[in-house]
């Protein structure tokens, strides 16, 4: 750049100046190359936008034939300018046309230029369209002059994002920002939610860089952590969220964030080596993330999470924007779209119209997918490149049930999807409707409909769904969304408030199941070959008694007086259950010896998830009070097939007669032994599914809240005697295709049952 034209400062501060000016989007374009052609000392400057049919039309140019705007396109892939939006990267040559991509468009009279330079205009890395700089002599771009055209490109990136520019195609059809897109993602939460796109923490965008003074800037850097402790405290103390047990937690676990040390230290040595306070943030949040992104453990990856979503809330302090969109949502829904968040973000936005939170990444353990479940907002996660295609206000529609997103949806689909959530009302007000009617089947049998539990939220779930009681209580939960155990206190607490709101009816307590895929972070094992397979649930337990005596502890003094009814995870051998049961018995006459009040009865239960246990069934009946199926992992340990693998994840079916023979065998080992049966799997909450095990014999069964209401419109139909007898004699059958389904969906059909 030479001192006549200014160089790239000067070209940007006249961008911004245009930027501003009062002209129509036409103008402006115009008045834009002509800026920058003059600029760069360029002969020839020219910007090609994406249309939604992936073509890149010419929109504005200095230098070709000004008849072509808007005539001359090419496709996406075509051509060199269509070459640089396929790529998304910068192409700079001394001769265009030997380039073997070189595409001649007649009616632009380019053929006199042979320099060429031409940039992608990114928008979160994908191409809007394509900025070009021609020159008649044979020469490559300097660096400095390939950099001062793509920070130019940034700003037409904006002018296009704001939707300036649309309209001006020769078709008129739209860009392809306004492109209707149907996007793949992993169903994490269930549900529908249609709203409006609010981008999750739009990009602060550092722009000043280099301090002057490093003194003020730690000072500034200080004064904005103080005021970020401060904001997390106050949400603690103030806000509605802080009664609530497991919000507490994860504000606590940010809290402890805020205040480590390390990470403050890191910045400060930024600013010392000269940065100013908001972009020495910015470097350690980027080390921090490159970090994330090769950090295999899934729970090392969601506290370097967490992270990052308070270096968020650090750099919005600095700039002196609020945290979170929260006073620009407009009063329409909203459906939130995040590379990642923490669950004390979601919390932030949650209200009557958060519809869905769509996630590039996010696994159904991540915390805030376990409390969106609790709070009854549909998820999405692992939709790649969420964040490059959707824009604020954008419409939207999320469907957790199938893991789908649509954005910007075409007439169809919003037509389509408005008829099934009114299906689903439908659907909601008729379950809801049968909520006081006892669950009977057809012919009389009664049937006990559990629900599935793990946190204080799902507690109201309990009298909404009509449950007769909560089957499987998993303690874990508490334990995945604290930053540290929880303390024996606490423990004792939640275990309390969940049995005073089910006002008398069975909860059944599981025993901390972590191993597996349900790491605690706090507590630090052994990478593992094959982690389901490995130290986990009882066996962790029973190799860190403390932990387990302070869960039992807690769990009998929270049950005090009542019934308590206490399940063990993963048990192997019929031993473990007799260990348990001994440790249990210590504390009661501890708890007694101190004059502690303890439970009036009390069941020791174990779950049916390990294949070993299918041959010791007559030991195990006899040493529990009750036993309750894992069917989620017992499918997988029987099957050989990992329940979190989606590859596989269709390939067995769980109505298969190989696996309903082994579930009818624990009945006829219950039955002889008359111990009470459950079974608490995924399976349970899934109306053919369930009505396989009625006619296999199970007269109990827990499943998530929402599924009751579906189960029991079809137990009220179904006569359980007549499915017996011929289910029985089905999945005694030997064939190569082992699913019954289809037999079952005859058998709904055929007698008018719902499923
Ligand atoms: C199961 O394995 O079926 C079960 C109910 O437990 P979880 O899904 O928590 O492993
Ligand atoms: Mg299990």
Redesign the pocket.
Known sequence: MNEQTGGPRTLLKRLREVMAEELGAQERLDKIVRHIAGNMIAEVCSVYVLRSDDVLELFATQGLNPKSVHEASLRVGQGLVGTIAATARTLNLDNAQKHPAFRYLPETGEEIFHSFLGVPILRSGRALGVLVVQNQDKRVYRDDEVEALETTAMVLAELIAAGELEGLDKQGQGLDLSRPLNLKGAALADGIGLGHVILHEPRVVVTNLFNEDAEYETRRLHQSLAKLRFSIDDMLQHREVARDGEHREVLEAYRMFANDQGWVRRMEEQVRNGLTAEAAVEKVQSDNRARMMRQADPYLRERLNDFDDLAYRLLRELVGKPHGPVTDRGDKDYVVVARNMGAAELLDYNGPALRGLVLEEGAPTSHVVIVARALGIPVVGQVHNALSYADSANPVIIDGEEGMVYLRPTEEVQEAYAEKVQFRAKRQEVYRSLRDEPAVSRDGQPVSLLM?AGLLMDLPNVKNSGAAGIG?F?TELQFMVSSRFPRSGEQEQLYRDVLESVEGKPVTFRTL?VGGDKVLPYLRSEQEENPALGWRAIRLALDRPGLMRAQLRALLKAAADRELRVMI?MVTETREVLQVREIIQREVSLLTRFGHRVPRALALGA?I?VPSLLYQLDDLMQAVDFVSV?????FQFVFASDRGNARIARRYDHLNRAFLRVLRKIVVAAQAHGTPLTL???MAGRPLSAMALMGLGYRSISMAGAAIGPVKAMLLETDIGKLEGALLAEICKSYGGQTIREFLMDFADTNGIPY
């Open positions: 599935n499987l998993r199941d995870p779950m998830e894992g069917s989620n992992d017992l608490c799997g995924e």
